[in-house]
């Protein structure tokens, strides 16, 4: 059904918005024709409906899901039912969690983790979710570094900490504050105030309170910072340092010099999650605090010096055929995703796919969405999507442990649930709702195909 397009030429001035109003309709009968001309649809129906809506809703928080209708793909609305009350229990526990499915002191508690299962908990249950914002935001480093893990203190004792530098942690926590106001409209929580840690000598693994306190907002910043401080001067991208998500995949950061900790490897699927963060806080900033137009604009600056590295470095080409990298090894010795990596092989990375579109890259080049959805495919298997494809073996040498795990066992090559539902996100992202839900229905526990599955 064409439609018509309108160019609107429109002055605001400061503080003002303009609407716009369409009625698109699909009328079944003549007597539908007639009905919709004698009494026309306007901007005020709409309205009230939207209302109506906002308050059948209510505040968010208590998330009812419930599925009718036929089965589907051999699974069937009773199944789907009983599972969800069990989904949101486990979502709960992974949101809340006092330490490593224990409660006892000291126990770590995964910074990461936490904000993902957070971004999930305050669909449910917003309050705590927000507690549990605070709780995390407050063990960020003086420097803006991001923990790998944290415990609370003891009996007054400073909690323990892992404190390798994997490059990716602060950039789940600025998603997860910005899914919230989004949910909430709770602005409060950026001027809530915490204070940071700092290094407690000589345990190099134990922190303790630093005497600095300041905004929700600005911690937000001083991740921010620390992350573009990562940046390889070379191409502008993030290096990998300790390592991303991908945690097997721990030898892109090595370096090849004893004199440096670390090496100019880059993570891709950080940089794009830095992409990513920099719309984010640029929103944010330009919704609570207009006046912050310098900050605004450093922000858009680096979004525009992040998608021009991305695809003069992370985009491989032999022919006519393209695919994102993953990252590279120390002064590009290696990469890997690319056509030809460290063990000669052609490889496909997931998330860097998946990534690729929610940081969207599409819109930069367009042309790359066949490729994209080639690699997907490529990465496709009955239980979801692998990891990689294919596998690294023991030939595999420098891209880190990921080549001691067998192939198609965790990190390896196997299908990842997590990993999968970043790709499921990146299929409804590109319109491919289809692909999307038959992914879903792969990796429910209780579909058909699980059965005989360890």
Avoid at 158 to 187: I, K
Avoid at 220 to 242: F, H, K, S
Wanted: hydrophobic letters at 40%.
């Amino acid at each position: 059904n064409a439609i018509i397009g309108d160019l609107l030429r429109t002055e605001l001035s400061t503080n003002c918005y303009l609407r716009t109003d369409y009625l698109l309709s699909l009328p079944e009968s003549e007597d539908v024709v007639e009905l919709e001309l004698m009494r026309p649809s306007g901007p005020d129906e709409a309205d009230a409906a939207l209302q109506q809506l906002r308050h059948r809703i209510g505040r968010p928080g208590n998330l009812s899901l419930e599925f009718r209708g036929r089965s589907w793909n051999g699974l069937d609305v009773d199944s789907f039912n009983h599972f969800l009350p069990y989904l949101k229990k486990q979502v709960a526990v992974c949101a809340n969690i006092h330490g490593y499915l224990q409660r006892s002191a000291n126990s770590l508690i995964g910074f990461r983790d936490v904000f993902q299962a957070v971004e999930g908990h305050m669909l449910d249950r917003p309050a705590e979710a927000r507690a549990k914002i605070l709780e995390a935001l407050a063990m960020v480093l003086v420097d803006g570094r991001c923990p790998r893990q944290y415990s609370l203190t003891s009996d007054g004792r400073p909690g323990r900490c892992d404190l390798r530098e994997f490059v990716d942690q602060g950039v789940w926590a600025m998603s997860a504050v910005y899914n919230y106001l989004a949910l909430t409209g709770d602005s409060s929580l950026l001027e809530e105030t915490l204070g940071y840690l700092k290094v407690a000598e000589p345990a190099a693994d134990a922190c303790e309170p630093a005497a600095e306190r300041d905004t929700v907002a600005e911690h937000l910043r001083r991740i921010y910072e620390y992350m573009i401080q990562q940046r390889d001067p070379t191409t502008g991208l993030v290096r990998a340092l300790y390592g991303d998500w991908n945690d097997a995949l721990d030898g892109l950061g090595v370096s090849n010099d004893p004199r440096r900790p670390f090496g100019s490897g880059v993570s891709v699927m950080t940089s794009l999650q830095l992409l990513q963060s920099c719309k984010l806080m640029a929103e944010m900033v330009a919704h609570f605090t207009p006046s912050r137009g310098e900050e605004v604009a450093r922000y858009q600056q680096l979004q525009a010096e992040l998608r021009g590295s991305l695809l003069k470095f992370a985009v491989a080409r032999r022919g006519q055929s393209r695919r994102i990298l993953h990252g590279w090894g120390d002064e590009r010795r290696y990469e890997v995703g690319g056509f030809q990596d460290c063990d000669g092989a052609a490889r496909d990375s997931l998330t860097v796919n998946a990534y690729w579109v929610l940081a969207d890259m599409l819109d930069a080049d367009i042309t790359l969405r066949p490729h994209v959805l080639a690699a997907l495919h490529r990465l496709d298997s009955p239980f979801g999507f692998k990891t990689f494809a294919p596998g690294f073996g023991p030939d595999a040498v420098g891209v880190g442990r990921i080549n001691r795990l067998p192939i198609g066992a965790a990190e390896n090559g196997a299908a990842y649930l997590h990993a999968t539902a970043f790709a499921i996100a990146a299929l409804l992202r590109v319109g491919e709702a289809k692909q999307a839900w038959l992914q879903i229905a792969k990796i429910l526990p209780f579909a058909p195909h699980h059965k005989d599955a360890s």
